[in-house]
C-alpha cells in the first residue's frame, strides 16, 4: 500500500509538472499576437491569461474523459508505472521543443507517451485504437480547418474595414486584441488543462481511489492552478516564433487569428475533443497571412513546425516506451 501511495503522488507531481511546462509552452497560444503587435505589454498579457487559463480549467470535464477513457480499453490495461513512464515522455518532449523554440503539441506528446508504455507493457491489446483514431483525427483535422477558418475571417475583415486607413484601422483593433487575446486564455485552459485532469483521474480509478471515472474537484483545481503558474512563467522563445517568425501580424490580422483560433479550440471543447492549441493558433496564423498574399506567410518556418508535429507522436511514444523499462527498474 505504501509503495501504491507513493506511485499515485509521482503519477499526481509529474502531471501537474507537465500541466505547468504545458503553461509555459502554451503561453504563446494566448498572446503572442497580442504582445507582437504591441497590443499588450508583456507582463499583463501574461496576468490576463494566466487567470483566463485557469477559469477556462474549471469549464468542464469532456476532454479529461476522452484523454483518459479513449486511449485504452480499460483501466485495467495502465497501472501508474504506465502513466509516470507516459508523463516522463511528454515532459522531455515539451522541454526539448521549448528549448529550440519550435511550437509542438502537449496534447500529441501525451498521447504518443500514453501510447509507447502500454504498448511496452500489455502490448497493442490494451490500446483503444478507435478512441485513438478520434483523438488524431482532431489534432490532425483542427490546425487545417484554422487554416481555412483563418483565412475566410480575414477575407470578411478585409471587405468590411478595407477602405479605411491602416493607421485608423490598427489602433482600433488593438484595443480589440484584448478581448480576442482573453477568449483565447479561456479556450486555452478549457481544452488544454483536462488532460493532466483526466491523467490523474485514470491514476485515481486504477488505483481504487475511485470507483467511477468522474473528475475530482480537487484534482480541476490542482490542474487550472499548475497551468496558470505555469502561464504566468511565460514561454518567451515560442511567442518570438508564434508571434513573429509565421507572418508579420498587425493588429488586425492578429485579433483574426485570436478570434478564429479561440472558435475552434472552444468548440473542440464543447465537443469534448482535445486539439492542440499551438497547431490550432499557427493555423489561424497561416489562413490570415494567406488571406493576404500566399507568399506573406514565411511557409519554411511552417514546415519546420509540422515536421515537428509529425514527428511528435512516434518520439514520445519512443520515450514512453524506454521510460517505461527505467520507471520498472526504479520501483521494482
Known sequence: MPELQLLIFTVIGL???????????????????????????PSHAIIMAAFLNFLGAMYSTGVAKTIGADIVKSAQHVDEHVIIAALIGAVVWNLITWWFAVPSS????????????????????????????????????????????????????????????PSAI?????????LSAAMMAFSHGSNDAQKSMGIITLALLSGGYIDVFEVP?????????????????????????????????EPISGFAA??????????????????????VVSGSIMGVGTAKRVNAVRWGVAQQMVTAWVLTIPCTAVMGAVAYQFVLWIFK
Open 15 to 41: 502531471a501537474l509538472l507537465f500541466d505547468f511546462i504545458n503553461g509555459f509552452h502554451d503561453t504563446a497560444n494566448a498572446i503572442a499576437t497580442s504582445v507582437s503587435t504591441r497590443a499588450l505589454h
Open 106 to 165: 502537449s496534447s500529441h506528446a501525451l498521447v504518443g507517451g500514453v501510447i509507447g508504455a502500454v504498448l511496452v507493457s500489455v502490448g497493442s491489446d490494451g490500446l483503444n485504437f478507435y478512441g485513438i483514431g478520434k483523438i488524431v483525427l482532431s489534432l490532425i483535422a483542427s490546425p487545417i480547418i484554422a487554416i481555412v477558418t483563418g483565412c475566410l475571417v480575414m477575407t470578411v475583415l478585409f471587405r468590411i474595414f478595407g477602405r479605411f486607413s
Open 170 to 178: 490598427n489602433g482600433k483593433f488593438k484595443k480589440m486584441q484584448i
Open 217 to 249: 474537484t480537487y484534482v480541476k483545481v490542482l490542474a487550472a492552478t499548475a497551468m496558470a503558474c505555469g502561464t504566468a512563467v511565460g514561454g518567451w522563445r515560442i511567442i518570438k516564433t508564434i508571434g513573429g517568425k509565421i507572418f508579420k501580424l
Open 258 to 279: 485570436d478570434l478564429n483560433s479561440s472558435m475552434v479550440i472552444f468548440s473542440a471543447t464543447l465537443l469534448h475533443l482535445p486539439v492542440s492549441t499551438t497547431h
